[in-house]
């Protein structure tokens, strides 16, 4: 037996030494994901974990805002201070109209370098990670891909925790010696904080691109938007009904549908049935497929690996239905039905059809 | 066209094992792969050079044993191969990677210039998809990730157009080589080797080359003292204090009802929810 992390575990026990230029590197800051004029929800989620952060270390919380000169940018501006930012770093230029790595590194890297943020959070999307593997290498820094938890240790370091390889262990990465220290976390595994009411304000920084278009070679032809309305709504979803390898085959699929539609609920699965081709991948929970945090998660014939564990850890109410009683499931599951999923679907299925129509009926 | 694909050899993931009292990775005897992401871009790198002509060269760092991955790759289709394995690249996380794998291909350019980088979207052991636009970064290309076709490439222009998924459609790009692209899953399907192929990856020459000989001169950038990032601790997570709560009942029927019973006990406004939206609201 190899053990896989003795090499890194031989510099667990190092010490912060903070190299002197990085000494006055100092608050908190959330990228605010703005694109085609909406935010993206995972910005507010970070804004609530980064204001926790902020007020542990006693620093400021800032939102990170880039777009192009509109009412929608200062939209996301205001939206920032709703959701806790103390100040925003503004950027407003026509070249940041629709993302594009270059402008947008270019953007970072200079408000980073100009105003020395401790920590720079992220969304684990597309445009986040696509933006922040390019941002830390030009910086030079650390960065933790995907965080499941952050926290602030007892030398005021960001300790970032996310599921290692091998299906059941989690690790704490540190980024000691360098500045920022850079995550990036997916949509919903941090709780949407409370906006505030009414008319908030805050400190706004405003710092011009410097970049002219003929120095961006990317161009943008065209955007074809997705047809949302067929799209799954996974992520967002407040009930979702799931299954897993324990289905047995692709057409037992169906029984995970049928409670679904009963429900007005989405559905989705564990990685293996994408995989196989049974679900699209979009359709996937856990790390590698769509976080959820539903009022109510089903989840049929699904052993409970720890990355199908992150992605539905939020969920209010977890039941699972398993033939196994020891499976890990039931380690973060709230319900069990023990038993066969292939006889327990149709039967849910059932009887929630009936609840929901007789008491239609009788109210 | 000369395209360089970057890959990885990566333990097949169905069968790995945790040790159930030192909670430590089993590595030994699981069969390996090549990073089932990669298979994507190779694929596609393979196209373009069918289509273009060139050639396309396999690039992994990794442990000695990784050469079985790149005679996989040769085995597919690829021309040509490189192994980066030095024991100071033990321990990288993404920064000290990228930084390696960027400085091989630096030296590949130096011989032969190169208009494409492929590398896989993430991998399925570290999935944190930072290490190709860390190569991309370093070497000044343009940057296309999450790529779901490439549209047209123009030698003559040195153009090409893709088609880029983001969060809320795809966006149509053009920019110039050279370039970098991660593919998406399920954008293609990796061909299987002609028979040629096969025999030639058998007796193929592998380059094997040390830090040094990839033109690395500044060892404490690569692997653990390379690496900003440090592991603290590797642990099991918790169980919650309760386990969940089966429910009673004989038969489907009865642990069904009793399951939508204890549900609605629990979360009494989804029930109203419910219905609200079943009645149409
Ligand atoms: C890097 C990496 C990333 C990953 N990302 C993800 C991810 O995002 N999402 C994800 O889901 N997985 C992911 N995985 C895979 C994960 O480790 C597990 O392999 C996977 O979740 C297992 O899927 P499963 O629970 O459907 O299948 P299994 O583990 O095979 O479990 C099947 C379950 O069904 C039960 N069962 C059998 N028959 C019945 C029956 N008739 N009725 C009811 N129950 C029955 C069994 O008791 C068992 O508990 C990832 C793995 C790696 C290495």
Redesign the interface.
């Given at each position: 037996?190899?053990?896989?992390?003795k090499?890194?575990?031989?510099?667990?026990g190092?010490k912060k030494q903070l190299p002197e230029k990085f000494i006055n590197y100092k608050h908190v800051w959330v990228f605010v994901e703005l694109?085609?004029g909406?935010v993206?929800p995972v910005s507010w989620e970070l804004l609530g974990e980064g204001r926790k952060l902020a007020d542990k270390l006693g620093v400021q919380l800032a939102g990170v805002v880039m777009g192009p000169p509109a009412a929608t940018t200062r939209a996301a501006v205001e939206g920032s201070y709703r959701y806790g930012a103390d100040t925003v770093y503004l950027m407003e230029d026509p070249l940041l109209t629709?993302?594009?790595?270059?402008p947008f590194?270019k953007a970072m890297t200079d408000l980073v370098n100009t105003y020395q943020p401790e920590i720079l959070l992220l969304g684990a999307?597309?445009?986040g990670?696509?933006l922040?593997?390019?941002v830390?290498?030009?910086l030079?820094?650390?960065?933790?891909?995907?965080c499941t938890e952050l926290a602030i240790d007892d030398e005021g370091s960001l300790?970032a925790t996310r599921p290692?390889?091998?299906?059941?262990?989690?690790?704490?990465?540190?980024?000691?010696?360098?500045r920022p220290q850079m995550a990036t976390i997916r949509p919903r595994v941090m709780a949407m904080p409370e906006a505030k009411d009414g008319e908030v304000s805050g400190g706004l920084i405003e710092v011009p691109l410097n970049m002219k278009e003929d120095d961006v070679?990317?161009?943008?032809?065209?955007?074809?938007?997705?047809n949302?309305t067929n799209k799954a709504q996974l992520a967002y979803a407040?009930?979702v009904v799931a299954g897993g390898m324990g289905l047995g085959k692709p057409e037992n699929f169906k029984l995970v549908k049928d409670l679904a539609e009963?429900?007005?609920a989405e559905y989705g699965g564990s990685r293996p049935l994408v995989q196989k081709g049974w679900i699209d991948?979009d359709r996937q929970i856990g790390?590698?497929g769509k976080t959820i945090r539903p009022?109510?998660y089903i989840a049929a014939g699904i052993s409970g690996a720890?990355q199908h564990?992150v992605g539905v850890e939020g969920a209010?109410?977890?039941?699972?239905i398993n033939t196994d009683?020891n499976a890990p499931?039931?380690?973060?599951?709230?319900?069990?039905?023990?038993?066969?999923a292939m006889?327990?679907l149709?039967?849910?299925t059932?009887?929630?059809r009936k609840?929901?129509?007789v008491?239609?009926m009788a109210? | 066209m000369h395209i360089v694909v970057c890959i990885k050899q990566v333990p097949d993931s169905a069968q790995i094992r945790v040790h159930p009292v030192t909670n430590t990775i089993m590595r030994q005897g699981v069969p390996t792969i090549i990073n089932p992401y990669d298979l994507f871009s190779l694929e596609e790198a393979l196209r373009l050079r069918d289509a273009f002509g060139g050639k396309v060269t396999v690039l992994t760092m990794g442990p000695p044993m990784a050469e079985d991955s790149l005679r996989k790759a040769l085995g597919i289709g690829a021309d040509d191969a490189v192994l980066l394995t030095d024991r100071f690249f033990a321990g990288s996380d993404t920064l000290a990677t990228s930084f390696a794998l960027a400085t091989a291909i630096q030296k590949i350019m130096e011989t032969e210039p190169v208009d494409m980088v492929f590398a896989g979207k993430q991998t399925i052991d570290g999935d944190t998809a930072q290490v190709g636009p860390g190569i991309c970064c370093r070497l000044g290309m343009q940057q296309l990730t999450y790529v779901q076709k490439v549209e047209s490439v123009d030698p003559a222009k040195r153009e090409i157009v893709v088609h880029r998924r983001s969060e809320g459609g795809v966006q149509v790009l053009k920019t110039s080589l050279p370039c970098m692209i991660t593919m998406l899953e399920g954008t293609n399907q990796i061909r299987y080797g002609t028979m040629d192929d096969m025999f030639r990856a058998a007796r193929a020459d592998v380059r094997v080359w040390s830090a040094a000989a990839a033109g690395i001169e500044d060892m404490t950038r690569c692997g653990l003292r390379g690496s900003p990032t440090v592991v603290k601790k590797v642990f099991a997570p918790k169980a919650r204090a309760q386990k969940a709560r089966p429910v009673d009942g004989e038969g489907a029927e009865a642990l069904a009802a009793a399951a939508i019973e204890a549900i609605f006990a629990s979360q009494p406004k989804l029930e109203s929810d419910l219905l609200k939206q079943s009645a149409g609201y």
């Open positions: 037996m190899s053990a896989d992390n090499p890194a575990s031989s510099r667990a190092m694109e085609r909406e993206h629709d993302y594009r790595n270059e590194t999307t597309t445009l990670r696509d922040a593997g390019s830390a290498t030009t030079a820094t650390g960065l933790t891909a995907d300790a290692t390889f091998g299906g059941s262990l989690l690790c704490t990465i540190h980024t000691l010696n360098f070679i990317t161009k943008i032809l065209d955007f074809i938007a997705d949302t407040d009930v009963v429900l007005g991948s790390q590698t009022k109510l720890i564990r209010d109410l977890i039941l699972a009683p499931i039931m380690d973060f599951a709230h319900l069990a039905i023990i038993g066969d006889t327990i149709p039967a849910l059932e009887a929630f609840r929901l129509s008491n239609r109210g | -």
